[in-house]
């Protein structure tokens, strides 16, 4: 019977971790550029005793978790302060103004008090040499696909020209580069690097991508995870009848 059991609520275990990512997706899942979690499947393994292997089967975890790098759909708005990269690449960030560098689909930016540059999360954008994005103030702004700011000062002479107030680090990873979610969220490499700026994303200005989640997967998701829970715990409870039904077996008659 105590197989039975451990099989149960080691799926139960399982099921809870999922639960986790999802909620997390489903939280997020208006946040713009958002990558959804994808659940860690992992692998089975008996347990062994003796040098032998036993009929216990336990659900592992192979490493952290990754993440969906598919696109989120387009929004066109029409700000000037809304960006969006078209297929693959990322935004260069500094979370939180002096965190680690950090990686970021994120494009609702805005200039916060102090003239910085920053996105709806408050993570400071940052240029090729990884330093935050300093605007002053303007009249008009122009964002170019490469991520060029050219601004026309607020204090400048009417008709005067744009100048250049900075360029957007971006890149777009190498084949096969690794990235993962940080225990703060944030994208990074493995080793909690990101890769050098090689400016070879595609900027959009006026538009912002959405998260990546589907919500109808998710719901139906939830519904075969909630079937799933149900029948585990049935599952425990069968096992713990079949357990009284043989105990009341193998007791004497005259107990």
Do not use: C, H
Not at 92 to 121: C, Q
Not at 210 to 231: A, H, P, Y
Request: hydrophobic letters at 35%; proline letters at 6%.
């Amino acid at each position: 019977m105590d197989r039975m059991i451990y099989t149960a609520l080691n799926a139960l275990s399982n099921q809870r971790d999922q639960r986790i990512t999802q909620a997390q997706n489903l939280a997020n899942m208006n946040v713009p550029g958002f990558r959804r979690d994808l659940p860690n499947e992992g692998r089975t393994y008996f347990a062994t005793a003796m040098e032998t292997a036993t009929v216990r089967a336990f659900q592992t975890e192979l490493g952290p978790a990754g993440f969906s790098s598919a696109s989120g759909p387009l929004q066109q708005t029409g700000a000037e302060l809304d960006l969006a990269i078209v297929d693959e690449g990322y935004f260069f960030s500094m979370p939180d103004g002096d965190g680690d560098v950090a990686l970021t689909r994120r494009g609702d930016l805005r200039r916060n008090v102090e003239g910085t540059l920053v996105n709806g999360a408050g993570d400071a954008i940052l240029d090729q040499t990884m330093t935050p994005i300093q605007l002053e103030q303007y009249r008009d702004l122009t964002i170019t696909d490469i991520g060029e700011i050219w601004i026309v000062p607020a204090n400048a002479q009417p008709g005067a020209e744009p100048v250049l107030a900075g360029v957007i680090a971006t890149v777009v990873p190498e084949e096969g580069t690794v990235l993962r979610k940080g225990p703060d969220g944030q994208i990074r490499d493995p080793d909690g690097e990101v890769p050098f700026p090689n400016q070879l994303a595609k900027v959009n200005q006026g538009s912002l991508e959405g998260s990546n989640i589907n919500t109808v997967e998710e719901l139906i998701n939830s519904i075969d995870m909630q079937r799933n829970f149900e029948l585990n715990i049935r599952f425990v409870s069968n096992a713990q009848k079949l357990d009284e039904s043989s105990a009341r077996l193998l007791r004497s008659p005259d107990s």
